[in-house]
Nanobody, 120 residues
Framework: QVQLVESGGGLMQAGGSLRLSCAAS????????MGWYRQAPGKQRELVAV???????NYADSVKGRFTISRDNAKNTVYLQMNRLKPEDTAVYYC??????????????WGQGTQVTVSS
């Protein structure tokens, strides 16, 4: 069974930095795109950043220049370095991955979410 487990959320003052990690575990046969989404109270879940298996990245306009997504394929882990945090970055951050387990076809997997709170 594949699991995505996030860590690294917490409370930070505006202007500070946090680093989120998401490790995929289980019987993984392939990993394609991995990314981060976030959902603020009363809002829809939105894409923050995505990284392909080849390392191509894409970011939401609101985080460009402040957030950096990266991955360590040997560790099946994706990271989100968040710098110059703003109160509007406050949300639950979810790890997402397109993975295949065993002989199954690739499908979407989600982490349980980690809270990021930025105080002004």
């Amino acid at each position: 069974q594949v699991q995505l487990v996030e860590s690294g959320g917490g409370l930070m003052q505006a202007g500070g930095s946090l680093r989120l990690s998401c490790a995929a575990s289980g019987s993984i046969s392939s990993i394609n795109n991995m990314g981060w989404y976030r959902q603020a109270p009363g809002k829809q879940r939105e894409l923050v950043a995505v990284i392909t298996g080849g390392g191509t990245t894409n970011y939401a306009d609101s985080v460009k220049g402040r957030f950096t997504i990266s991955r360590d394929n040997a560790k099946n882990t994706v990271y989100l370095q968040m710098n110059r945090l703003k109160p509007e970055d406050t949300a639950v951050y979810y790890c997402h991955g397109v993975l295949a387990s065993g002989y199954e076809r690739e499908r979407d997997y989600w982490g349980q979410g980690t809270q990021v709170t930025v105080s002004s």
